[in-house]
């Protein structure tokens, strides 16, 4: 089942243009989501909450290494994408190479695009676009002290 949520752009695009198409709202996120987190489980709850579909694009090994250097990610792609699909909120996955999730945003056109509480929404990639056809821009909020950098800070700390 997990597997199954693990999608390409040309077949997640036919299924949030089939989702819309039946009257869901279908809800976009974007991260790393490196080692999980409470913060990153109220998020995508949240997250869920705004719609009917939960879209989560995650940033490839490259990716991430190029927003948060060479030591990073810890988790391997692959294996984040498969952690994040196991949450029951989270109804698909895809992993995009990009610095930023603007060519999945336009390529899907989600409802209601989310950010956490830690982003500026004039800061949101994606939010001009996404307020252009009607869309919505939303922040999940945050939990503070929790984030996946201050964890790998206190695991190197017990060292």
């Not at 279908?26 to 879209?55: M, P």
């Not at 090994?61 to 990073?72: Q, Y």
């Not at 929404?121 to 996946?148: H, R």
Request: proline content about 3%; charged content about 30%.
């Amino acid at each position: 089942m997990i597997k199954n949520k693990i999608k390409q752009l040309k077949e997640l695009k036919r299924i949030v243009a089939a989702s819309k198409k039946r009257g869901e709202k279908v809800v976009f996120t974007n991260g790393c989501f490196d080692i999980i987190h409470l913060g990153h489980i109220r998020y995508l709850e949240k997250a869920s909450s705004l719609g009917d579909k939960l879209v989560v694009a995650l940033n490839s090994d490259a990716s991430e290494r190029r927003l948060k250097g060479n030591t990073r990610p810890i988790i391997p792609e692959q294996e984040r994408a498969a952690i994040a699909a196991a949450f029951e909120c989270v109804d698909y996955v895809i992993i995009f190479a990009e610095t930023t999730p603007l060519r999945l945003i336009k390529a899907l056109q989600p409802d209601v695009l989310v950010k956490g509480g830690d982003w500026r929404k004039p800061d949101i990639v994606g939010k001009d676009f996404v307020e252009s056809y009607g869309g919505k821009v939303a922040s999940a909020g945050f939990v503070k002290g929790y984030s996946s950098s201050s964890i790998i800070a206190r695991i190197k700390k017990t060292k």
